[in-house]
């Protein structure tokens, strides 16, 4: 059993450094020339790889992925996960590949197919996330098991589709309103506040994967 909690704090340990410095380097890319020159309200974070420094947010997206990948390992290893909450957890870390590799729109030149493909991403990873976190906790909810940690999990999940909803309210009520989704809310300001609820909810994951493998630990040692 050692061994087994071991693998899992090594990869949960691991996610968690690569979503802390994830986080770290979009930090930077807000208070640093040029990108902080963008309105953070306005703009998504996926208009900072249209810049100089785009490289920046290239690695801090395929390390958030890279991340969370690892916690999943963790997860995975410490069996709280099945097939369809692992399935989402990886549709989410594939969006986020996604993001990188296909460009967004760059409307100074105008629309490209990898712009699609790229919102498409950003639109599967946004909801695969708190999809995936829902869908590994309810079960153990319902059981009585790692209550705590399980419940935080469901929390993150829940919220993350909060932060979501303004934007699915801009694209269902542009047809009666006449404004444009992305102009009938601050999007950039709520897309922020949707990534930081999605990085505490990978963290989350990362937290319950080492506590219960450590609570499983105790019952056996206490048999």
């Not at 995975?76 to 870390?93: D, G, P, S, T, Y």
Request: contains cysteine; glycine residues 10%; charged residues 10%.
């Amino acid at each position: 059993m050692r061994s087994g909690s071991g693998a899992v704090g090594a990869f949960a340990g691991l996610g968690v450094l690569c979503v802390a410095v994830s986080v770290v380097l979009f930090g930077v890319l807000h208070v640093v020339p040029p990108s902080a020159g963008l309105d953070w309200s306005s703009r998504t974070i996926s208009q900072y790889a249209l810049l100089s420094n785009g490289w920046m947010f290239d690695v801090a997206t395929l390390l958030l992925a890279a991340g969370s990948f690892a916690v999943l390992v963790a997860l995975h290893r410490a069996a709280l996960v099945r097939r369809a909450a692992a399935a989402a957890l990886l549709l989410w870390v594939a969006g986020l590949v996604g993001v990188v590799w296909f460009e967004k729109h760059n409307w100074s030149t105008g629309p490209s197919m990898s712009g699609d493909i790229h919102r498409a991403a950003s639109l599967v990873a946004f909801l695969s996330l708190p999809a995936g976190a829902l869908l590994a906790a309810l079960p153990w909810l319902r059981a009585g098991r790692t209550r705590p940690a399980a419940r935080l999990v469901a929390l993150g999940g829940v919220v993350s589709l909060l932060c979501f909803a303004p934007i699915l309210w801009a694209l269902l009520s542009e047809p009666w309103t006449g404004v444009r989704w992305w102009r009938a809310i601050p999007l950039g300001g709520v897309e922020r506040l949707l990534g930081l609820a999605e990085v505490a909810t990978v963290l989350l994951l990362a937290r319950w994967a080492v506590r219960a493998t450590r609570r499983s630990e105790v019952s056996s040692s206490s048999r």
